[in-house]
């Protein structure tokens, strides 16, 4: 079975500075790659997906992340973090053997912005 | 559009009542799905479903039940609350599998 790791629980980034979250995945076949972002007290909204094609994708907000096969990667980037992209992040990964039906999640990193 | 919309928001339960979680998406999704989010163990799958008439567990589908007599509802049941079924759970839906999944907002079932 698939699984997903985030690494990080808690991320604190000052506004303006870059941004990188982790997301390594264990997966066999090609996956289908997710980032999610959720708001407090918010349902998950999708930042972005891969799959397949070129490697970096660009999603919403500014959001860009980069998939590496040989370090079965997918971490999510942003240049200048705004105080709004304070919230939690989910990195997921898409099951194949049942057509991509489900999704497994990652546990989630918390972004927090200082001024 | 109303997008995926969930009742109710809030419940508090106590132990050995049932309840049913209601879910229902107007946007002509095939599949369907429950998750539960505890603090800090990110979303965990319940049950789905891919159509309706058909719906298959999840990785933790113990305590719960669903059924999909419609395209659009797909509510899930909980039978015998215990205090291990606190979270917050989310409805979401999706047109085919790997396509983007629209969630609702939640609901917060308390057991006590």
């Known amino acids: 079975a698939q699984s997903v790791t985030q690494p990080d629980i808690h991320i604190t980034v000052s506004e303006g500075a870059s941004l990188e979250l982790r997301c390594n995945y264990s997966y066999g076949a090609t996956p289908y790659l997710f980032w999610y972002v959720q708001s407090p007290g918010q349902g998950l909204q999708l930042l972005l997906k891969?799959?397949?094609?070129?490697?970096l994708v660009q999603g919403i907000k500014g959001f860009e992340a980069e998939f590496k096969r040989s370090q079965s990667s997918f971490n999510l980037r942003k240049p200048s973090v705004h105080w709004s992209d304070a919230a939690e992040y989910f990195c997921a990964v898409g099951e194949s053997n049942s057509g991509y039906s489900t999704l497994t999640f990652g546990k989630g990193t918390m972004l927090l912005v200082s001024p | 559009n109303a997008g995926v919309t969930q009742t109710p928001k809030f419940r508090i339960l106590k132990i050995g009542q049932s309840m049913t979680l209601q879910c229902a998406q107007d946007?002509?999704?095939?599949?369907m799905y429950w998750y539960r989010q505890d603090p800090g163990m990110g979303l965990k799958l319940i049950y789905y479903?891919?159509?309706?008439?058909?719906?298959d567990k999840g990785e933790v589908p113990n305590g719960y039940n669903v059924s999909r007599s419609t395209t659009e509802d797909f509510p899930l049941r909980l039978e015998l609350a215990a205090p291990s079924q606190t979270s917050v759970y989310f409805c979401?839906?999706?047109?085919?599998?790997?396509?983007?999944?629209?969630f609702g907002q939640g609901t917060r079932l308390t057991v006590v």
């Open positions: 946007m002509n999704h095939n599949y």
């Open positions: 479903s891919v159509g309706a008439g058909i719906t």
């Open positions: 979401a839906s999706t047109y085919r599998g790997g396509d983007e999944a629209f």
């Open positions: 891969y799959f397949s094609g070129d490697t």
